[in-house]
């Protein structure tokens, strides 16, 4: 998910909202290679080596959020829900402040997390969480039909349904487009209401599927 600073056919400056920043050289990491990321809301810096040079660098902002935290404030800002409290990260720099957002070239914090508002119900704290809303939306899917109906395969449903709801435009591209009507009701994860542009991959396209990290068992 995106939201630009400035439009135009290489838009820069982008705010981007992912659970991470793709891969070296794949994904958002083409974006962030490119200079074109400024500002990233996310879960985790992963094995991205240039996201992690740029950020202690100073050359990008980033917003780390608890995982399941970052998948509310998704499905939030799709359901029109301005905020909510949750008890993941009371007691922590994540609800009092001072996480660092962006380090200054000589290694200091330029900017941190401000503190966030604690409140305690039914005898236990919680702390209040903006919800997320993009101008854009970028999601994958196994099937897709014309209207926007998709399929999410395994573990695509985690995050692609909440970030297509919380994004004013969503572009789907999907592995295997079907005419209207050929993907039952039921199982249809995410209603076509909430797409306004489907792209085709082809054959070649749908088999890329890049993992971060492969692990193996004897």
Known sequence: MCTPATS???????????????????????????????????????????????????????????????????????????????????????????????????????????????????GREYVLERAITTDFALVRAARGDRHGNLVFARAARNFNPPVATAGRITIAEVEELVEAGTISPDEVHLPGVFVQRVVELTPEQAADKAIEKKTVSA
């Open 8 to 122: 135009g056919p290489r838009a820069g400056k982008l705010s981007v909202v992912s659970n991470n920043c793709g891969v070296d050289g794949g994904g958002l990491g083409v974006l962030l290679a490119a200079g074109r990321i400024v500002r990233v809301t996310g879960s985790y810096v992963g094995d991205n080596k240039e996201f992690a040079r740029r950020y202690l660098s100073g050359e990008l902002e980033l917003e780390l959020t608890p995982q399941g935290t970052l998948a509310e404030r998704l499905r939030a800002g799709g359901a029109g829900i301005a905020a909510f409290f949750t008890p993941a990260g009371v007691g922590t720099q994540v609800a009092e402040g001072g996480l660092p957002w962006r380090y200054a070239p000589d290694g200091s914090v330029a900017l941190a997390s401000p503190p966030k508002e604690v409140r305690r119900y039914e």
